[in-house]
């Protein structure tokens, strides 16, 4: 299997009255092409962040993002618009994420239109009419708007767009965050049935962990900008190392009355990603915490194959 996305070492920084905050701060992964990597963490933690950086929707602080083999993060001009095309992105709240005075036929269509991908109108009105059946949206819905309809047909908007110039890769920042439970199988479905279908590559970004465990491949845990623990998918609910992956999973509720299991306390608070200190950044929660945890920060060591984890303590707390 080839390798589509590579990230190294990346980093964005924002300068804030307060100091400069660290929103990503050394991440590196790859994507293998048609898998999932999905990336959690608690609200604040970078991720979605970590996603525009690699679409090029924000400069990035330090590092590289590799496109099959093209450094995005310096192309410029005519590259840069090529790789733009093949890269999209579908976003959580497909309602503030569409234009509500344009139809659903005019949204699918205005990236056809930009990047001049039909030759007429003819083929324009075809194509529009083939997403939006790719999609599962009927064709009576191409004159509606936004605002008319509910919130899965609107997210089916959010993909068809996304779809519409055949992209290799795609951002999903919590694309069924906003949706109803029923709706939200329903999103994934289509997804994952587009994937096989397309050959498609996602970063998966949530911060549901039941809904990451179904559609990732691998998954990747953040913590304030940083990377603490990856692996393949399946082992993380068997196997996590991390004490807040460990948090992070003991927080899911089990559907089943006879197993208990206790969950992971985390005390303490946040530390604070602007100018942070060398040391754990989860050290202010961290049960496990000693004093080296606030004083030198740990790196990601791998304590199984394809599985890395950024602790000091990682093999005494885990009797590894
Ligand atoms: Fe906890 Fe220290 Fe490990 Fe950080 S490095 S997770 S503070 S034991």
């Known amino acids: 299997m080839d390798e589509l996305i590579r990230v190294q070492e ?13 929103a990503v701060d050394g991440v590196s992964f790859s994507i293998q092409k048609g898998q999932t990597l999905g990336v959690v963490g608690e609200s604040g ?34 590259e840069r ?22 139809s659903v036929s005019e949204i699918i269509a205005e990236p056809l239109i930009i990047y001049k991908q039909c030759a007429g109108r003819g083929e324009l009105d075809h194509r529009v009419a083939e997403i939006m059946d790719t999609v599962g949206l009927a064709s009576r819905l191409a004159n509606s ?47 994952q049935d587009l994937q096989q279908a397309q050959e498609l590559t996602y970063l998966f970004i949530t911060h549901d962990l039941s809904v990451v465990k179904h559609v990732s491949d691998h998954i990747l845990v953040m913590y304030l900008g940083c ?38 306390l985390m005390k303490g608070e946040l530390s604070s990603p602007i100018d942070p200190q060398p040391g754990c950044r ?15 920060t740990p790196q990601l060591v791998q304590v ?5 984890v950024a602790c000091h303590f990682v093999k005494e707390i885990n009797g590894l």
């Open 145 to 191: 708007y936004p605002h008319e309809l509910d919130g899965g047909r609107r997210q089916r908007i959010g993909i068809g767009r996304a779809l519409a110039l055949r992209p290799r890769f795609i951002v999903c920042d919590e694309p069924v965050s906003a949706l109803d439970v029923s709706i939200q199988a329903q999103i994934l479905n289509l997804m």
């Open 227 to 264: 990377m603490v623990e990856k692996c393949p998918a399946k082992e993380l609910f068997h196997h996590q190392y991390h004490p807040y992956t460990k948090g992070l999973i003991s927080a899911i509720p089990i559907p089943n009355i006879h197993r208990r299991q206790e969950p992971v």
């Open 81 to 102: 618009f090529r790789l733009r095309r093949e890269m999209q992105m579908i976003f959580q709240d497909p309602f503030s994420s569409l234009d509500p005075r344009m």
């Open 10 to 22: 990346l980093k964005k920084y924002f300068k804030t009255a307060a100091g400069t905050l660290h």
């Open 282 to 296: 989860f050290a202010n929660r961290c049960p496990y915490a000693r004093e080296v945890c606030s004083t030198t």
């Open 45 to 78: 933690c970078g991720k979605s962040t970590l996603g525009r950086v690699i679409l090029g929707l924000l400069e990035a602080s330090g590092g590289q993002v590799l496109y099959g083999g093209s450094d995005i993060t310096r192309a410029k001009g005519e």
């Open 304 to 308: 199984r194959e394809n599985h890395l």
